[in-house]
């Protein structure tokens, strides 16, 4: 098995996934499971696959009787970065029509069969949309989000998980755990309160909003006279001026510097923040790609508006597609920092890693030769 090399003065230590020529293989071997219906689990794909997200909730009742979380997620910046280094203003960039070779056959059976693919061109949201520009969406219409509303009537929803709140990422503290245990429902958690009932937007204006639904998405995107992005929309922007290796590779710059926010160190005990972030970023801190786009791979999930759907892997529960790979991805998890990546979305569950940007179409343009 090749190995990976810690940060200076750290070991080495055996890797499962190696971007070479095993990487199919080794991408392929990963964990792959689902567990139907909301009896014992809320469902959600996250990481690898249809993965089964269970929801336990470790929590202790306090002196006011409220149970609260005994963990909490890595969040915090570790570099000191802020949005105030990264001065990015919000805004859109335009995206041409073309014609492009959509999905991989190399890697991940979800993102076969490659298909040439022909797209109108459309403006993009230059970052994902922030909880700035999502507080000015609530205020001006007063939208409460799934998780603010809760699950009561949510068809197959246990009682004791009919409450407002969402799943959030909690890192164990020990290596030995069930896989996906460190997804935990957390009761009061929304986009307000990404990391439980004790936390708040102080200092994340500029982060991308999370815990938000695809009806949540959507809504915003409406009321902002604009679309989600279709899948193709979105592969097309990812894919803009790209080699072919960048389609495999782990996100970097020309000089070996991170390019995007994602996990470096053992996941998922340990986010070692080399990126500058153990968390979410505030958007636009790790540079424009050729279009002016920000942060397409990695920071968070990014809704669109095409349904899930590949042969032989149905869902149990109504699913959109997500794109872009997020702050938990790493090389040895997840992997998923690449244009032509994907994962399903339960419709109606936000967690701590779910974002989304929104596009705008233009109606007359010329047909693409």
């Known amino acids: 098995m090749p190995t990976c090399h810690a940060p200076a003065g750290g070991s080495t230590q055996p890797c499962t996934i190696a971007f070479t020529t ?41 002196t006011d009787g409220i149970e609260r979380p005994l963990r909490r997620p890595p969040s915090r910046p570790l570099s000191g970065m802020s949005a105030a280094v990264c001065p990015v203003s919000p805004g859109t960039v335009w995206v041409p029509a073309g014609r492009f070779k959509m999905g991989l056959d190399s890697t991940l059976p979800e993102e076969s069969r490659q298909r040439e693919v022909t797209v109108n061109g459309f403006f993009m949201d230059r970052t994902e949309v922030t909880n700035a520009q999502f507080t000015a969406f609530v205020n001006a219409t007063g939208y409460r989000t799934q998780a603010e509303r809760g699950w009561a009537g949510v068809k197959g929803v246990p009682p004791e998980l009919q409450v407002p709140g969402s799943v959030v990422f909690m890192a164990p503290r020990s290596p030995e755990v069930p ?26 204006l500029q982060h991308p909003v999370v815990h938000v639904t ?132 339960t419709e109606n569950l936000g967690t701590s ?5 929104t596009v705008l179409r233009v109606k007359s343009q010329r047909p693409v030769s």
Request: glycine fraction near 12%.
């Open 353 to 357: 890693h779910i974002g989304f940007r």
């Open 22 to 62: 095993r990487y199919r293989d080794a991408m392929q071997a990963l964990p792959f499971r689902r567990v139907t219906g909301y009896r014992a689990v809320l469902v959600f794909a996250i990481a690898t696959g249809m993965a089964a997200l269970a929801l336990p909730i470790p929590a202790r009742a306090g």
């Open 179 to 204: 896989e996906y245990s460190w997804w935990v429902f957390t009761p009061g958690t929304d986009w307000r309160h990404p990391e439980g009932p004790g936390s708040s937007l102080q200092g994340r």
């Open 214 to 345: 695809f009806d949540d998405a959507l809504a915003y995107a409406r009321w902002a006279g604009r679309d989600l992005p279709t899948e193709a929309e979105w592969e097309r922007a990812a894919r803009y001026g790209k080699t072919p290796n960048a389609m495999l590779e782990p996100p970097r710059n020309a000089d070996g510097t991170y390019a995007a926010n994602t996990f470096q160190g053992e996941f998922p005990n340990r986010n070692t923040g080399q990126d500058g972030h153990a968390g979410t970023a505030p958007v636009g801190c790790y540079g424009a790609d050729r279009l002016g786009l920000y942060d397409l791979l990695g920071n968070v999930w990014e809704w669109t508006r095409d349904d899930y759907r590949v042969t032989g892997q149905p869902t149990d529960e109504p699913s959109r597609i997500l794109k872009g790979g997020s702050y938990l991805c790493s090389e040895h998890f997840c992997a998923r920092y690449r244009p032509a990546a994907r994962q399903p979305g």
